[in-house]
């Protein structure tokens, strides 16, 4: 007996797109006619509920701008489907690129991103960015990143779900559940899409939250893989008090403090890294525990 197929809830965040919704909802429409469709609209306040309902669409509304990652949480939690595509509203995302998600996760994986292609970033300070947070994300992991920051995804919603709690309310939830899939060992597959170029202004300021992309990384990686963090720099530490005692000893004869300091920074280190290692075996054990 074939199986059923996987029914399907595509998800998007919505903060006052109502002109890029007029173009996009017919085409997702028309692209996906028996999907779910949510909108979760952040506080909009211009007509982009009215503009979904008039379309037929479905849209839950924040009282209030919670942030993309929060809106993300709330499609999920409502999102009835067996996999969830996430998209932005804002017109970058063709609906027809959905059914090449949904081919790739059919050949099992459990999450599939949409990678764009270097000359679908809006400028040459976005594309250099994005190239560094692959870089780093990828070396955190231990995976080949291709696109860490693309919020044009599929993934399976069992999955999925287990990790709401962990996604930040702002603008970094691809980044955080790419790197808990990783984590988890659930496998992730890239498909390079050409992203159009948004109507209005982007929501993202390019420093300020480029600047809490490269944070939330690195408290990723000490929460997912603290020894590819901490031992690095307890190595580090350890060959700069090594230089430095070698340096003291051959100029003074003396052990100087600054090479006791930079010893007994790296044992820190070290330990530090070990006792991350031990909470997060024990984060991931409920996770683990949850239905596949």
């Known amino acids: 007996m074939a199986k059923n197929k996987p029914s399907l809830s595509i998800v998007m965040p919505c903060l006052n797109e109502a002109e890029n919704l007029k173009t996009l909802l017919p085409q997702l429409i028309s692209a996906q006619p028996n999907a779910d469709i949510l909108v979760i609209d952040d506080g909009s306040t211009d007509a982009s509920k009215a503009i979904c309902e008039q379309h037929g669409i479905k849209v839950i509304s924040h009282p209030h701008s919670l942030g993309n990652g929060a809106s993300i949480k709330t499609g999920a939690r409502n999102a009835t489907g067996d996999i969830i595509v996430f998209m932005d509203a804002d017109g970058q995302h063709d609906p027809d690129d959905i059914e090449r998600l949904l081919y790739k996760l059919a050949e099992g994986y459990d999450m599939v991103v949409g990678a764009r292609q270097s000359s679908s970033h809006a400028s040459t300070k976005r594309k250099l960015g994005n190239a560094i947070f692959n870089k780093l994300a990828s070396f955190m992991t231990g995976q080949k990143i291709e696109d860490l920051t693309s919020g044009f995804r599929a993934v399976r919603a069992q999955h999925f779900k287990k990790f709401l709690y962990l996604l930040p309310n702002g603008f970094s939830y ?44 690195l408290k990723i990686g000490a929460l997912f893989s603290p020894m590819r963090l901490f031992l690095p720099a307890s ?19 003396t052990f100087s403090n600054g090479s006791l300091f930079l010893y007994v920074a790296s044992v820190f280190i070290f330990l530090m890294g070990i006792l991350s290692e031990q909470i997060s075996s024990l984060h991931y054990r409920n996770s683990e525990n949850v239905d596949s």
């Open 235 to 253: 190595v580090v530490c350890f060959l700069f008090g090594v230089i430095n005692h070698i340096d003291s000893y051959l100029s003074s004869g």
């Open 174 to 217: 691809p980044t955080t559940s790419t790197m808990a899939f990783f984590r988890s060992a659930l496998p992730v597959a890239y498909i390079p899409i050409k992203a159009g170029k948004r109507e209005g202004k982007s929501k993202i300021k390019l420093l300020k939250d480029g600047l809490r992309f490269f944070i939330i990384i």
